[in-house]
Each structure stands twice: as C-alpha cells, then as structure tokens.
C-alpha cells in the first residue's frame, strides 16, 4: 500500500528521514559546524569554538542560514564566505528589525492621530457611522462571546476596553484592538466615504509588510542584491 494512499499514511512517529522528500536530518551544533565547512564556509576569522557558541546562545542554524543567499556559490560551496559574515549579518539583521519594529509603530500610532485629527474637524461624522458603514456584516460587533468571534480574542489587555464598547464601537475604539491592515482599510474607507485623499496610503502596505516581517523576526537583509 502506498503511503499515499487512503489508509496507508505512516504514523507521525514512525516516519523515517525523508519521508516527504525534503525532511532533512536534525544536526547537532558541531555537526551544523561541519556541514558549514563542507560549503565551503571557513572560520578564519571566526572560530568553531566561537562559531558553536553562537549558534548555541545567539541565533540557530536554519535562521544563520538564510543569510548564505546573499553569497556567490561554485557547485555546492561559498565563495569567500568566513562565518564571521554570517554573523555579522545576524546581528545587523537583528539590530535593523528592532529599529524597524519601533519607527513602524511611530506610523501606525501617527496615522490614528492623523486619523483622529480629520474626525474632530468633520461635522458630519459622530466616530461611529463611518464602522457601521464600513462593517455592513457587524462582523467588528462583540457580541460577548470571544470563541464565536473571527475578529476578536481575548487578551488581559483589551478584554475591558472590547467588552465595554466593541458592542457598538466607535472608531477610536476599534483601533485600538483591530490589526493594523484593518486600520489601514478603515483609514482608506473613511478618506473615500469624505471625498478626501492622502497620499500616506499609498506607503499604508509597505509599512504593513515591514511592520509584519520585523514582529514575526523574518529575516531582512536576504537576497539584497535584488531590487
């Protein structure tokens, strides 16, 4: 019987090495260190003992890997590719995501108080008809019920704030506990619904995905050399 048959799946536990096709074996710290040099990756000007220790406390293997994309390969090995790079890269990596993460934040907290600043001069707007229109669904309506809810979870948080006013939110309200795409698209909602442009939207995406890969810990600086 196939193991891709009905009935004929192997047990998660019993699957061996390779199963799927690319599973590929679970390395010790030295043996990461091996398959390193066996790519043509030296440690002159970062030592193996430094190298394990790294791997050990600062960063893993699958993560330090990534960062070899940026490098030019003969068959299978690095050109000129020291660990020492690698880690250089790590570090940066991680340095940039961190300034990333905070200037994304300044812009998501700018744009309610951009947000805000055009509701306080709009007479024609109370803060809730713009979610009533925009969520023709009521699916941004907590009903009580946070395992019923496709938008809301609960949180220590905002649990007071969800269950005090997301019955009938307003929108200073709602952004508080939506995630920043659903800003973006109320933002956007509302600046049509107004006749109104801005051309922050056009950057709303962008910082969405900067925004996202920084808190998820993706690496950034892969495949540099592409636009």
């Not at 390779?18 to 790519?39: C, D, F, N, P, W």
């Not at 030296?42 to 990534?66: P, Q």
């Not at 005090?164 to 973006?184: G, H």
Request: with cysteine; aromatic share 14%; proline share 3%.
């Amino acid at each position: 019987m196939s193991k891709d048959t009905p009935g004929g799946a192997v047990p998660y536990g019993m699957r061996p090495v390779g199963y799927y096709g690319t599973m590929k074996k679970k390395l010790t710290v030295a043996e990461q260190i091996a398959s390193l040099k066996r790519h043509g990756v030296a440690f002159e000007k970062y030592s193996e003992d430094k190298a394990a220790a790294f791997l050990e406390s600062n960063t893993y293997f699958f993560k330090l890997k990534a960062f070899e994309n940026n490098f030019t390969k003969t068959g299978d090995r690095y050109n000129d590719l020291d660990f020492a790079y690698l880690a250089d890269l790590s570090t940066i990596d991680c340095r940039l995501r961190e300034l990333l993460r905070t200037i994304c934040l300044n812009i998501e907290h700018a744009l309610k108080i951009r947000f805000n600043d055009l509701l306080m001069q709009d007479p024609n707007e109370d803060g809730y008809e713009v979610v009533r229109a925009f969520d023709t669904d009521g699916r941004y309506v907590f009903n009580g019920d946070y395992k019923s809810s496709s938008i809301y979870h609960y949180s220590p948080y905002t649990d007071g704030m969800i269950q005090k006013y997301c019955s009938d939110p307003a929108i200073w309200n709602l952004w508080e506990v939506v995630s920043f795409n659903d800003l973006c698209k109320l933002y956007s909602f509302y600046l049509k619904r107004s006749n109104l442009k801005d051309n922050v939207t056009h950057f709303n995406k962008s910082v969405r995905l900067l925004r996202n890969a920084a808190a998820h810990n993706n690496c950034l600086l892969i495949g540099i050399s592409e636009k």
